[in-house]
């Protein structure tokens, strides 16, 4: 979820990156090549073999990269700021609460409860902007998990200031009132002075919180170990960046699956299918979907990788070379940075026949579980998303809930995601929703 961020300092758009970085590579350059994105000397990889290498040497020919802008938005002590043994630490303990087994157990059945609550909500309303709404669905459960975090219970507008982030993270990095960057940093101050409040008020005892254990629970009681190098300032930064992932990647992939489900009548009709199944092997009804359920939705797993390979939601992930290093023929000095572009090989109609079209049966018989070379939707090697079955999860049951118990369509805005050159962020993507009797 994490290599999303990237976008702030490319200022283009998921959808237009491939054809960007297609006429100047495969058509012009050959599949690796030096440009210059924002001033920056850059070897840009829109090769399978060289993106699976950048990505199992990370730490050792290759460190992950970023602008200093942009540690400013993301925080100085961000996991993705953090290297080798410490990095493991970090990712360690948020995988402790986003793991298989923590799905298995327990958030499947809270994303449930959740989904359905948020979908009664859309259908109620009648309209309502797919976007919008899949990020409140996906960061109201985001945060209670990882902070107790009620946003109708609480006076302080967590997801406000987190709108106000996003409005201006895609934006020329100078601070100045009035510009998108800088309500891009009010918007962050202002969220992590919320976090930094419930930290507080769960250090004194005074959180007000139920029985429910959350992630900043777990994460001040790794601060009062001896031996621990965590502090409290690298702990609101975690939970920072995960709401932001969360709220940003997760819901701009449902809203694109919105937008491809409503254009393509046989595959709702298949994902359809698939679910009404479901329902007719419970043995109990109106019971919250099992980890075995979620387990048997091949076609739904199909419809999920289709989404994530289209929509790139990464559109380039940077590493900076921290030795010399040879890549097909070519070396790149120490310094230097590449950018690997996986939205390149998702499109390359080498890799993908009819690459630009949503068809969810090119992964029949496919591993739909896991990456490859040619599939990194959640990156690879150590920089793999922590996250990646959490959003499924929660993805899959969202389009059970859906296509069994509403009926929808999109209204408009559909022309706007309609194909690979289209825009990054799916607002105004209308739809109308109502709960079937």
Not at 266 to 282: D, G, Q, S, T, W
């Amino acid at each position: 979820m994490t290599a999303v961020i990237v976008k702030n300092i490319l200022s283009l758009t998921s959808f237009s990156l491939f054809p960007f970085f297609s006429s100047l590579g495969n058509f012009r350059y050959g599949p690796i090549f030096r440009t210059s994105i924002v001033g920056q000397p850059i070897v840009v990889s829109t090769d399978a073999d060289v993106n699976y290498r950048v990505f199992q040497q990370e730490g050792n020919a290759f460190q992950i990269w970023y602008t200093e802008s942009l540690f400013q938005i993301i925080g100085k002590q961000s996991v993705v700021a953090h290297h080798g043994g410490f990095h493991k630490y970090l990712k360690s303990l948020t995988f402790k609460f986003v793991s298989p087994e923590a799905l298995r157990e327990k958030l499947i059945y809270e994303m449930d409860e959740s989904t359905q609550e948020s979908l009664r909500s859309w259908s109620k309303l009648g309209k309502l902007d797919g976007k919008d709404g899949t990020a409140e669905l996906v960061f109201k459960y985001a945060a209670k998990k990882m902070l107790g975090y009620e946003e109708s219970k609480d006076q302080q507008k967590l997801r406000d200031s987190y709108k106000a982030f996003m409005d201006g993270l895609i934006s020329f990095p100078l601070n100045i009132p009035g510009t998108p960057f800088h309500a891009c940093l009010q918007g962050r101050k202002k969220a992590m002075k919320v976090i930094h409040d419930i930290f507080e008020k769960k250090r004194s005892g005074n959180d007000g919180a139920t029985n429910d254990y959350d992630f900043a629970d777990h994460l001040l009681e790794q601060i009062k170990k001896e031996d621990t190098f965590l502090n409290e300032e690298i702990a609101r930064d975690l939970v920072f960046l995960f709401l932001f992932a969360a709220h940003e990647t997760t819901s701009t992939a449902l809203t694109v699956a919105l937008r491809y489900l409503d254009g393509h009548p046989r595959v709702m009709a298949e994902l359809k299918r698939e679910h009404e199944n479901i329902l007719k092997m419970r043995e109990t009804e109106g019971s919250a979907i099992s980890w075995k359920e979620y387990k048997s939705m091949t076609f739904t797993h199909m419809v999920i990788n289709e989404t994530l390979r289209l929509a790139n939601i990464t559109p380039g992930i940077l590493r900076k070379v921290v030795k010399e290093v040879e890549v097909k023929g070519y070396t790149i000095p120490a310094g230097w940075t590449v950018m690997v572009c996986p939205s390149s090989v998702h499109l390359d109609p080498n890799v993908y026949k009819n690459p630009h079209e949503f068809n969810p049966w090119r992964w029949e018989g496919k591993e739909l579980h896991a990456g490859s070379k040619n599939f990194m939707a959640f990156a690879g090697g150590t920089r793999l998303c922590v996250g990646a079955d959490y959003a499924k999860v929660q993805m899959s049951i969202f389009l059970h809930y859906l296509v069994t118990k509403y009926t929808w369509r999109v209204t408009n805005g559909a022309e706007r995601i309609r194909t690979p050159t289209g825009i990054r962020f799916p607002k105004g993507l209308n739809i109308e929703i109502s709960e079937n009797k």
